[in-house]
């Protein structure tokens, strides 16, 4: 069973960072990527970054030049950088591991982590 864990969420100011780590063990082949969605409140869950084993990452138009996907040191750990925030990015953040199969990936989701912008 693969493993996923998301932290790094708090309360920060409009304009301010935060970056948010996912860890993710227990693959019995090899992560085909990892990628952050969110959930505002009463909205539906939307896709925030992803990054792909061979480093490709690609980013919701909203998050482009503000926010970056990244791998760690250690391999089983993903970044996301989230500079100059706006109240509208205040959500529940997710972390989706990929799992490679040779039928195919199988996802694997975190438990979340709340991200809150405000003054």
């Known amino acids: 069973q693969v493993q996923v864990v998301e932290s790094g969420g708090g309360l920060v100011q409009p304009g301010g960072s935060l970056r948010l780590s996912c860890a993710h063990s227990?693959?019995?082949?090899?992560?085909?990527?990892i990628r952050w969605y969110r959930q505002a409140p009463g909205k539906e869950r939307e896709f925030v970054a992803g990054i792909s084993i061979g480093g490709n990452t690609n980013y919701t138009d909203s998050v482009k030049g503000r926010f970056t996907i990244s791998r760690g040191n250690a391999k089983n750990t993903v970044y996301l950088q989230m500079n100059t925030l706006k109240p509208e990015d205040t959500a529940v953040y997710y972390c989706?591991?990929?799992?490679?199969?040779?039928?195919?990936?199988?996802?694997?989701w975190g438990k979340g982590t709340l991200v809150t912008v405000s003054s």
């Open positions: 227990g693959s019995i082949f090899s992560i085909n990527s």
């Open positions: 989706n591991a990929n799992d490679w199969r040779p039928s195919g990936g199988v996802d694997y």
